[in-house]
C-alpha cells in the first residue's frame, strides 16, 4: 500500500498530540471515565493513515463528542478541515474553540491564529483582517503583521502597508527600508496621476532616503522629472543611480537617452553608458548607444557594427536579429519574410522573468503580478539571463 507522505507528516505531530493527551490523563481515571474517547482518537489516526479522510473526521468528531473539553483535538480537526478546504467547518471549530470560557490564555491566541489562516484561505480577507489585528502583542504577531500587509498590498493600501511595515521595522522584524521605498513610490505615482507633482516629488525623495541604494525610486524620480522637463535634473539622478546601483542601470538607458538629446550633453551620457556596457554587455545599454550613435552619424552604419561587436561577446539572437534588419541582403526579396520570423523568434528573448516563480512579461515590474514578490524582475532581457 502506497501512503501519502503529507497525511503521515499530518499524522505525526497528531500521534504527538495524543501521546501528549495521554501522558496528562492518569491512566486508572482514563479508564474509569471514558474508554471510548482514546478508541475513537486512534480511529481516527488509523483512517488518516490509511487516507480515507471522511472517516478521520468522522471519528474525530466522535471524539470531540465524547470529551468536549480536549482543546487539542479541536485544533486538530479544525486544521484537518482547512487542509480539505472546508473553511466554513474550520472556522466553526476555532470559534467555538474561542467561544469556551476556560480556554487556556496560549490556547486563544493559537485558536484566533488558525481562525485568521481559516479566513486568509478562504479568501476573505476582512474577516482575515480583522482576525489577525486580534493577533498584536501575541507570539503570533510577526506573522500576523506579514499577512496583513499582504493584504494591504493586494488592496493597494499603501498608507496602511506602510504603516505596519514601520511598526514592524521598528518591532525588529526585518529589514522593511526596501518595502517602505516601494509604498512611498505607489503613492507618489498615485499623487501624480492625479496632477499633485510636488506632493509626488515630495514621497520620491522620501523614497530614495529611505532606501538610497534601491532602483526603483531614483527611476520613479527621474521619470517624474522628465515630465516635468528638468532633462538636467534627470541626469543627476541617473547617474547617482549608476553610482549606488549599476544593475539597474539598462532600466533607464531610455530616460537617459531622451534626456541626453534635451540637454545637449551626448557625449557625457554616450560616456557613462559605454562605461557600463564594458562592465557588463546589457542589451539595452547597447540598444541606447547605437540610436545615440545612428542619431549622430545620419547614416547608422557604423552604429550598427555595434552588433556585430556584441555578437563577438555574446551569442545574442536579439542583437543579430537587429543587425540584419537594415543589411542589404543578397535576395533583398526574401528579407521581409526572413525579418519577419527573426523578430517573431526574439520577442520572448526580450521578455523580464521573475527570478522567483519565472513569470515573464513584456514589461519590467517591481512587484511580481505573478507571485507578489518585491524586486524579483533582473533589470535584463530573458536572453540575457
Ligand atoms: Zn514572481
Partial sequence: MEFDLGWILLGLPLAFVLGWLASRFD?????????????????????????????AIDAFIEAVQNDPDTSELHFALGNLFRRRGEYDRAVRVHEHLLSRGDLSRTDRERAQHALALDF???????????ALHRLEGTPFEAQARLALLAICERSRDWPQAAAIARRMHAADQGDFSTRQAHYLCEQALALSAQGDMPGAQALLEQAVAAAP?????????????????????????LKALGERNPAALPLAAPLLLEAASATGRRPEVQALLQTHYAQTPSLDVLEAIVAMEAADEGSGVQARQRYVQHLERERSLVAAARWLATERLEHEQFHPQIQRALDHAVKP??????????????????QCPGCQTWDSYPARRVEEL
Avoid: S
Fill in 27 to 55: 491512566l486508572r481515571q482514563l479508564r474509569a471515565e471514558n474508554r471510548r474517547a482514546p478508541k475513537a482518537y486512534f480511529k481516527g489516526l488509523n483512517f488518516l493513515l490509511n487516507e480515507q479522510q471522511d472517516q
Fill in 120 to 130: 486568509l484561505k478562504a479568501g476573505l480577507l476582512d474577516r482575515a483582517e480583522d
Fill in 213 to 237: 541604494g534601491a532602483a526603483r525610486a531614483r527611476i520613479e524620480m527621474a521619470r517624474l522629472q522628465a515630465l516635468l522637463g528638468q532633462p538636467a535634473a534627470v541626469l543627476v539622478t
Fill in 349 to 366: 528573448l526580450m521578455r523580464y522573468r521573475c527570478a522567483a516563480c519565472g513569470f515573464e512579461a513584456r514589461q519590467h515590474f517591481w
